[in-house]
């Protein structure tokens, strides 16, 4: 009797810890463990990325806050290919996401316009194709947008005139087409950051050129 007692006492304990414990982490860990699955990596960079852990602040290349929330993908030349993950936009948190010089194919995810925290984008030197998502207007935050030396086609969304806190864009030696905006951040954007686009057409006169010339 006693010792049915203390075993239902254990159990109602054991229950209110798993009930009251803090399980956000592990949905970062879980997006982050996504990216993990979908990309190839012949140097096992990814190797601590245990979806286990209570979060993935000890994960290796991951930065988090005082508060165990990501705030820093640093996986810069790293041999990684495969595809990005929309899960990544899970990451609400996330200030930094460093995806630079590696190999990853296939389009940027749409979710990704919904980090809003996010600073810099740093995509440059891969093989990623399809279009600029117009989605990445909605990033309030960003400051560094660098996607040159990849294979993105169509416009250069006209959403990202409004994001008034892009300091560095890149687009340069991908296929792009269209026309260069001329306002709002675009104002402060070297040309050179837009070249060797076959198909992108000079800065926009505003009213003459057409939009989207080069880009049926
Ligand atoms: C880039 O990706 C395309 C598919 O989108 C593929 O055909 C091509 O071989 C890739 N290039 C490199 C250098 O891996
Ligand atoms: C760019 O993508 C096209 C297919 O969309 C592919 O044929 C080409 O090889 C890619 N370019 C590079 C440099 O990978």
């Known amino acids: 009797m006693a010792r049915g007692g ?34 190839s990596d012949p140097d096992k960079v990814l190797q601590s990325w245990d979806p286990n852990l209570v979060n993935p602040c000890t994960w290796f290349h991951i930065t988090c806050n005082q508060d165990n929330r990501v705030t ?13 993950v929309p899960e990544l936009g899970k990451l609400k948190y996330l200030q930094y996401l460093e995806l630079y010089k590696n190999n990853i194919q296939g389009p940027i995810p749409t979710e990704i316009g919904n980090l809003k925290n996010l600073i810099s984008l740093d995509l440059y030197n891969n093989n990623i194709s399809g279009n600029i998502p117009p989605t990445l207007g909605k990033l309030k935050s960003i400051v560094f947008l660098r996607l040159n030396d990849n294979n993105l086609t169509g416009r250069i969304p006209r959403e990202l005139i409004g994001v008034s806190s892009l300091k560095v864009m890149d687009v340069s030696n991908n296929n792009l087409c269209g ?3 001329t306002t709002g951040p675009f104002e402060h954007i070297p040309l050179s950051n837009f070249e060797n686009n076959p198909r992108l057409e000079g800065p926009e006169l505003l009213g003459l050129a057409s939009y989207d010339t080069n880009c049926s």
């Open 72 to 84: 820093r993908v640093d996986l810069g030349n790293s041999k990684l290919s495969g595809h990005l």
């Open 6 to 39: 203390s075993g239902a006492l254990l159990l109602v304990v054991v229950l209110a810890v798993v009930f009251t414990s803090p399980v956000s982490g592990n949905s970062e860990g879980d997006a982050l463990y996504a990216l993990r699955r979908s990309l």
């Open 179 to 181: 026309t260069i905006p």
